[in-house]
């Protein structure tokens, strides 16, 4: 097990129950905070990524993990909180602006990613609904890591890229155009690819409107997918009406809203 030269970073050998300490905990109460994760790699546009997060309703809670930095600030925003090894970060003068109690340093000989300390300090601080932007291009077991992400209990609803807008739909939620529940719909262009990603357990069971080849009748299975299907109206609808399911979208197909 590693262990954070900040002791506010925490291994879970030495907590069980959580990744980040304590003392960074707070319940903010509902689920209308959206919690946002920088991180290295590729990620949107800074014109798009700022225009997306002001458009947002909810209250935004924002963390940059290591590098993730970088993107956050090129967009012109300021991370609530700045977590990681730091060792992919440009240069750590950039921490100097930032309040130290919002800068955890963690050892690089840990066992979890700085993505995934991200997105627990999220949770803990009451986000139940988590995006990552940035993640894309770079090393594939980066991106292996990030995708493995979405196939655990709890997981991210929504991931950006540079190139991609993925969400997660899981049955048993219902929510109006929202990732991480039973449904999804988009406004997108027509010859818009759309693919699909079973995750987590089986059974798995998904309806479609809109689309080229429809998903009812599909027979999910571990290992399968549906590859570059595509959008025949200008409004497609993906439900998950059993198990846990990856879109995939083209960015900025319809745009990132």
């Known amino acids: 097990m590693g262990i954070c030269k900040d ?51 909810t209250r935004v809670l924002t963390v940059a993990a290591d590098s993730g930095l ?15 090894d730091m060792d992919s970060l440009d240069s750590e003068d950039r921490l100097l602006k930032y309040p130290a109690d919002r800068v955890v340093h963690c050892a690089a000989d840990k066992d979890h990613t700085d993505t ?3 997105l627990s300090l999220l ?7 988590t995006w990552i932007m940035g993640g894309g291009g770079g090393r594939l077991d980066h991106l292996f ?25 899981e049955a048993g939620n219902t929510a109006d155009d929202a990732a991480n529940y039973g449904s999804l719909t988009k406004a997108v262009e027509p010859g818009t690819l ?21 998903l009812d009748n599909v027979p999910w299975a571990r290992g399968m997918f549906g590859l570059s299907n595509v959008a025949v109206e200008e409004e497609i609808t993906v439900s ?8 995939i979208f ?8």
């Open 123 to 129: 949770w803990e601080k009451g986000c139940d609904d």
């Open 194 to 214: 759309v693919s699909v990603f079973p995750l987590g357990t089986e059974p798995w069971k998904a309806g479609s409107r809109g689309l080229k080849w429809p």
């Open 145 to 169: 890591g990030i995708r493995d992400l979405f196939e655990r209990k709890r997981f991210p609803c929504r991931w950006i890229t540079a190139a991609e807008d993925i969400r997660c739909i």
């Open 70 to 84: 970088s993107l956050a600030e090129t967009a012109g925003l300021r991370p609530d909180w700045i977590i990681g």
């Open 240 to 247: 998950a009406r059993q198990g846990r399911f990856m879109l």
């Open 7 to 57: 002791k506010r970073c925490l291994s879970i050998s030495q907590k069980k129950d959580s990744i980040i300490p304590q003392n960074l905990i707070y319940y903010a109460g509902g689920t209308d905070i959206t919690g946002i994760v920088f991180t290295g790699g590729e990620g949107p546009d800074p014109q798009a990524l700022k225009s997306l997060l002001d458009s947002l309703k």
């Open 116 to 118: 995934e300390l991200a």
């Open 250 to 257: 083209p960015y900025p197909s319809g745009g990132l809203f």
